[in-house]
């Protein structure tokens, strides 16, 4: 683990008064050292010593541009293009994407995606499905055969520039990162196809018409924030008066007892819970007890 003392290095306010102090940055050892960067190799550590020198720090070969950005990251060290400098660009400008994309999407979610959101829930629904549309599609529908695979339930933005931004499967990868953090669930992002007008209407053996429309392939966002999805699904068992409640029930019914009859149905099960029948043990001595019973 790196040591040195705080005398012949200048550290960042941030680091030594920020996030610091989770690691203990500011405790000095036994010998008055101390010790910082824990989990980063010498090379690593070597080169972001520099940044305290002259701003910049160039990345070792042999070190990745992730293994520096969570080094960077560690030490509260901006990772920028003009503190960073290093011979894979590709790399470099993956890293800058995705600290762009994230940026970028928590705006779009907050002007565009959010509202739809909002929309949706105060009608009762507990998820979402978006398709992003550009600013010059028309999506014109007839009234008489619209499609058929629930398009309508959709909503639309229309936007090129968030549909440039979907475009990119890095950049789905961020925005899914995004709305798992903000809670949502069940999301997906793609690209599929979405009716936009019709093109013709064929005549089927017996008259019966067949619209196609014209798709064009666009993002699309599915996302919910349902809490109790798997009770959703479950089918409830029949609600019936038990024995216990049959007295309750007359009494407050004012119906005489003898009138009332008890159902037995048949249990409902989740085809999960279906388990093969196994015969109870010692079946046989009860087959025998029911043949000799006793007096």
Request: net charge negative; with cysteine.
């Amino acid at each position: 683990m790196p040591r040195f003392s705080l005398k012949y290095l200048k550290l960042d306010r941030e680091w030594m008064f920020g996030s610091g102090r989770e690691h203990n940055f500011t405790r000095p050892n036994e010998k008055g050292e101390y010790e910082v960067a824990e989990g980063i190799g010498s090379t690593v550590f070597r080169a972001i010593l520099d940044y305290y020198k002259t701003g910049i720090i160039r990345c070792p070969d042999g070190i990745s541009i992730p293994e520096l950005r969570e080094a960077c990251d560690y030490l509260c060290i901006s990772f920028e293009y003009s503190t960073i400098k290093c011979r894979d660009l590709s790399a470099l400008m993956h890293e800058l994407s995705n600290d762009g994309a994230r940026r970028q999407f928590e705006f779009y979610l907050e002007e565009m995606i959010l509202p739809l959101m909002v929309a949706s829930a105060q009608s009762g629904e507990r998820e979402c499905h978006i398709v992003v549309l550009t600013d010059d599609d028309v999506v014109d529908w007839d009234e008489e055969y619209p499609p058929q695979m629930g398009e309508e339930y959709s909503q639309i933005i229309y936007s090129t520039k968030l549909y440039r931004f979907f475009k990119y499967i890095e950049n789905r990868d961020v925005a899914k990162s995004v709305l798992k953090e903000r809670g949502l669930k069940k999301i997906r992002l793609g690209i599929e196809g979405y009716p936009t007008y019709k093109e013709k209407v064929k005549k089927r053996p017996g008259g019966r018409p067949e619209v196609i429309y014209n798709y064009v392939q666009r993002p699309f966002i599915r996302m919910s924030w349902e809490k109790e999805e798997g009770k959703s699904r479950h089918v409830d068992f029949q609600c019936v008066k038990s024995k216990s409640i049959t007295n309750l029930a007359a009494a407050a019914a004012d119906i005489p007892q003898d009138q009332l009859v008890v159902m037995h149905p048949t249990p409902q099960v989740d085809e999960l819970d279906i388990l093969p029948i196994q015969p109870p043990s010692g079946s046989n001595d009860l087959e025998a007890d029911a043949q000799n019973p006793v007096l």
